[in-house]
């Protein structure tokens, strides 16, 4: 307990000089920054015509396991004794002490703030890949979207990436004890898309779209499925209980895409394992009998996962979250420069703060 106050208390220091120096679309484990402000730069970089028509999606094998303790160490600005023995002190599990000779401390508070500063910087070093005029860089059409330890880099051609991109990331991660993942790190033609942070994205004749992955749509069905298999005897009103947060959760994570149609899919599919759910706990009732028993109509939509009102006048109680019923709404991007111990944005960011606020209870748009 108390190392987590004193890595706190550092985490206070370390936190401006990291905001100070960091990469302008490296949007993890950051003040005001999320994965929909990743996603978001994806689109306006990718979105028009002219952009870029190739993507390297990286991905850094056991990144936060792999940390050179000796980069920390040369290139922390905190005391170095302290930095060591946090980095040194090992981990426990089932009783037995495991020495840490690389990586972050294990759950640590600082760890975020550490690793995002070992990874600054890589947004230059693609840069500088291509050379150092002004030209060069705009030719190559170069950039890099970061979210923790997944990125991807946008590049002209297969050929700048591979041959100038590629090399130079190797060589920034080399340096601190990392290394890229031959097997899942790949570059892609943005006709054929790729998924980031849940995320699918592809140019469909020349349009582009961002959907929810398909890879996130099945750990979505798995986990309610699995909720719902595991509790056949439970009574509606439980089950209702343990499957909203997860189906709210995730649509609300996905809201900002292009999803109605997946959400109306995802209800579709809910629907018929809850309905299977109900036949099976009634296997001598008949199909009316189960409908009129846990579905229920409110007067716009039918077959609503529900449970009976208290009194005549709430003929539904408690009721399942229906994914199609969220609105999708455009999320506008945090600028790039925004740093929250800079006065010179306290404005900027209070008034986006309150902004969205607002668009949690109204659905406006976010200022910008």
């Known amino acids: 307990m108390r190392c987590r106050a004193m890595q706190a208390l550092w985490k206070l220091a370390l936190e401006p000089v990291a905001e ?18 990743a996603i978001e730069q994806c689109f306006n970089v990718l979105a028009k015509r002219a952009s870029p028509e190739w993507v390297l999606e990286g991905d850094i094998r056991g990144c936060f396991d792999n940390f050179s303790h000796s980069w920390f160490l040369e290139n922390v600005p905190m005391d170095k004794g302290v930095l060591r023995k946090w980095l040194q002190a090992g981990y426990i599990d089932e009783g037995t002490l495991f020495e840490s000779r690389a990586g972050t401390p294990q759950g640590g508070v600082i760890s975020p703030v550490i690793a995002n500063m070992a990874l600054d910087g890589l947004e230059a070093a693609v840069h500088a890949s291509v050379g ?11 950039n890099v979207v970061r979210y923790a330890d997944d990125f991807v880099v946008t590049g002209v051609s297969r050929d700048v990436l591979e041959s100038r991109v590629l090399p130079a ?13 031959e097997e899942k790190t790949r570059i892609t033609n943005i006709a054929e898309g790729f998924d980031f942070l849940g995320q699918n994205v ?10 929810p992955a398909k890879k996130s749509i099945k750990s979505l069905l798995d986990k309610v499925r699995e909720v719902i298999k595991g509790n056949a005897s439970v009574t509606q009103e439980a089950l209702i209980r343990r499957l ?4 709210r959760g995730w649509t609300m994570y996905h809201r900002h895409v292009v999803a109605k149609a997946t959400f109306s899919t995802i209800d579709s599919h809910i629907w018929h394992l809850l309905w299977k759910w109900a036949r099976r706990r009634h296997p001598t009732k008949g199909a009316r009998w189960v409908r009129k028993r846990y ?18 006048d709430d003929t539904c109680g408690l009721q399942l979250f229906r994914a199609a019923t969220a609105a999708i ?5 945090i600028r790039g420069l925004a740093n929250p111990f800079d006065p010179a944005w306290d ?7 309150t902004a969205k606020r607002s668009a949690g209870l109204s659905g406006a748009t976010q200022w910008r």
């Open 20 to 37: 100070t120096l960091a990469d302008a679309n490296s949007y993890g484990f950051r003040s005001g920054r999320s994965t929909a402000d």
């Open 132 to 142: 150092t005029s002004k030209l060069a860089r705009s030719k190559a059409q170069l």
């Open 169 to 181: 990331v190797r060589q920034f991660m080399a340096a601190r004890g990392l290394e890229l993942s």
């Open 202 to 211: 592809r140019k469909y004749g020349g349009k582009l779209l961002i959907k």
């Open 244 to 247: 909203n947060p997860i189906i």
């Open 295 to 312: 579905f229920r109509c409110d007067g716009h939509r039918s077959w609503d996962f529900a449970t009976k009102g208290s009194t005549e």
């Open 329 to 333: 709404q455009r999320h506008v991007k």
């Open 347 to 353: 404005i900027y960011l209070a008034r986006r703060r």
